[in-house]
């Protein structure tokens, strides 16, 4: 019992550690990262400095959702990150190897989940906060601009970082689910298609179908005026998102036991 006690911590960290060096040794990780925040920054600052002011509703605008447009495109790379994180070792046979040092494929799956959501999350919130800060800075010229300490704008941008969190979670389960990094970079793209498919075989824009769909629960959860704009609330959403992921990640756990690598 003693020896069991001391070792699986050691094996843990070891685990955690063996993980944390495979995400940050890939190239596709500072890549997909780089260009995200690129991509937020600067759709954040084009969107601010182009707004019309003699077109705004002011019933309905968000200067938050604004400065925050940038990552309806940033979510895809973290959601290609997560899928990499994955796929990429099915891809060169390295998840055999990964699989004989420690037989336990849940703990492998577990610790990329760790390991990975962790750089999720800290370059989802770093990202979201300067796109931010950069498009209030756009708006600023305008008198268009809020800061952190209006009501729920902080709520909002705090969202929009553990949205893609979500995402990147999404990836990893979908990239684990599917092996291929093709196909598991087509899934993540889904995103996307998941609300013209709903739009398409549920019309009606009173149904609560759409409160379900990724895409609307993260933009309610980083919207400041989502009770006008008819997202769910903000606490559905929260559910929403982490059902997405904790329900891939099951079937992701359940299959990787049940399959060759």
């Given at each position: 019992?003693?020896?069991?006690?001391?070792?699986l911590?050691?094996?843990?960290?070891?685990?955690?550690?063996?993980?944390?060096?495979?995400?940050?040794?890939?190239?596709?990780?500072?890549?997909?990262?780089?260009?995200?925040?690129?991509?937020?920054?600067?759709?954040?600052?084009?969107?601010?400095a182009?707004?019309?002011?003699?077109?705004?509703?002011?019933?309905t605008?968000?200067?938050?959702?604004?400065?925050?447009?940038?990552?309806?495109?940033?979510?895809?790379?973290?959601?290609?990150?997560?899928?990499?994180?994955?796929?990429?070792?099915?891809?060169?046979?390295?998840?055999?190897?990964?699989?004989?040092?420690?037989?336990?494929?849940?703990?492998?799956?577990?610790?990329?989940?760790?390991?990975?959501?962790?750089?999720?999350?800290?370059?989802?919130?770093?990202?979201?906060?300067?796109?931010?800060?950069?498009?209030q800075?756009?708006?600023?010229?305008?008198?268009l601009?809020?800061?952190?300490a209006?009501?729920?704008?902080?709520?909002?941008?705090?969202?929009?970082?553990?949205?893609?969190?979500?995402?990147?979670?999404?990836?990893?389960?979908?990239?684990?689910?599917?092996?291929?990094?093709?196909?598991?970079?087509?899934?993540?793209?889904l995103?996307?298609?998941?609300?013209?498919?709903?739009?398409?075989?549920?019309?009606?824009?009173?149904?609560?179908?759409g409160?379900?769909?990724?895409?609307?629960?993260?933009?309610?959860?980083?919207?400041?005026?989502?009770?006008?704009?008819?997202?769910?609330?903000?606490?559905?959403?929260?559910?929403?998102?982490?059902?997405?992921?904790?329900?891939?990640?099951?079937a992701a756990?359940?299959?990787?036991?049940?399959?060759?690598?």
């Open positions: 019992m003693t020896a069991t006690t001391v070792t911590p050691t094996r843990v960290a070891d685990l955690l550690a063996s993980e944390w060096i495979k995400v940050r040794s890939v190239r596709s990780t500072y890549l997909a990262l780089i260009v995200a925040a690129a991509a937020a920054l600067a759709i954040g600052v084009f969107s601010g182009t707004v019309n002011t003699a077109h705004i509703d002011f019933t605008f968000d200067p938050v959702d604004l400065s925050l447009s940038g990552l309806l495109v940033v979510q895809l790379a973290f959601g290609v990150f997560g899928a990499l994180a994955i796929s990429s070792e099915h891809s060169t046979g390295m998840i055999r190897t990964s699989f004989a040092a420690v037989p336990q494929r849940r703990a492998v799956l577990a610790a990329k989940a760790a390991v990975t959501g962790a750089v999720g999350l800290v370059a989802g919130e770093v990202i979201s906060f300067a796109a931010f800060f950069a498009g800075l756009a708006l600023s010229g305008k008198h601009s809020v800061t952190l209006d009501p729920g704008v902080f709520r909002a941008v705090a969202g929009a970082g553990f949205y893609l969190f979500i995402v990147t979670l999404v990836g990893l389960g979908l990239g684990a689910i599917i092996r291929h990094t093709a196909g598991a970079i087509a899934a993540v793209g995103i996307f298609i998941q609300p013209l498919l709903v739009n398409l075989v549920f019309p009606d824009p009173r149904t609560r179908v409160n379900y769909v990724l895409l609307w629960a993260g933009q309610s959860i980083s919207s400041t005026r989502a009770h006008v704009t008819g997202y769910s609330s903000v606490g559905e959403a929260v559910v929403v998102c982490i059902a997405y992921a904790a329900v891939l990640l099951a756990g359940w299959l990787i036991t049940r399959r060759d690598a």
